[in-house]
């Protein structure tokens, strides 16, 4: 496609829970981003990946939170033993590469954690 | 600690009128901004941006200024539209985090027909 995707757009979960949320970036970026947005706030950022690798995982909240983008363009966001706090919309973004700064976002995912 | 903020939630001004959002930041390694306008159940789109090295870059209806010595950042949408009602958000980036963004809260904007 031509943009960033997203899914699933909506996911609602058990507290306790494990959730996958997936990302698929545009064709040809090497740059990939996760935020994470709630109600009443702008984005905040989570993870960048450059290629395969995390180059910046200060945003993550806490070991719960992992992502993995092994062949450098799809990314899972995955989140361990959900909490209630952890609902939010999480917005992937890519751009295409190391120092671009325009980067171009998904619709986002929405979690709920009941 | 929110280093980019925008201390007004919401704007409401008229069809054909100008809009100014503004935004500010305390963190002095940021040296390039973005405007992002969010549309409901959509992501973010960019809308506009400008380096530190300039204080101005207009495209269209949108201009941003930068006034770097007081840390604060505006943008002019002239003249303001209806399909321009959405949400806002000034973001940041620079120093060794090239490319991650820091937002502001978001300014609700709407223009009354």
């Known amino acids: 496609g031509a943009g960033v995707s997203q899914t699933p757009s909506n996911k609602v979960t058990e507290k306790g829970k494990y959730v996958e949320l997936r990302c698929d970036p545009i064709s040809g970026h090497t740059a990939l981003y996760w935020y994470r947005q709630s109600l009443g706030q702008g984005p905040e950022f989570l993870i960048y990946f450059q290629g395969t690798g995390a180059a910046d995982d200060s945003g993550l909240p806490n070991d719960r939170f992992f992502a993995v983008r092994p062949e450098g363009s799809v990314s899972t966001l995955k989140i361990q033993r959900t909490e209630r706090g952890d609902s939010a919309v999480y917005l992937c973004?890519?751009?295409?590469?190391?120092?671009?700064?325009?980067?171009?976002f998904g619709q986002g995912t929405r979690l709920t954690v009941v | 600690d929110q280093q980019v903020k925008q201390n007004s939630p919401s704007l409401s001004v008229q069809e054909g009128r100008i809009s100014i959002l503004n935004c500010d930041y305390t963190n002095s390694m940021f040296d390039y901004f973005l405007w992002y306008k969010k549309y409901p159940a959509e992501g973010p789109t960019f809308l506009i941006s400008i380096s530190s090295i300039k204080d101005k870059n207009e495209d269209g209806r949108f201009t941003v200024f930068l006034n770097k010595s007081a840390k604060h950042l505006s943008l002019h949408i002239v003249p303001s539209q209806p399909g321009d009602s959405a949400v806002y958000f000034c973001a940041a980036t620079g120093g060794t985090s090239y490319g991650k963004l820091t937002f502001g809260q978001g300014t609700i904007l709407t223009v009354h027909p």
């Open positions: 973004a890519s751009s295409p590469g190391q120092g671009s700064t325009e980067a171009f």
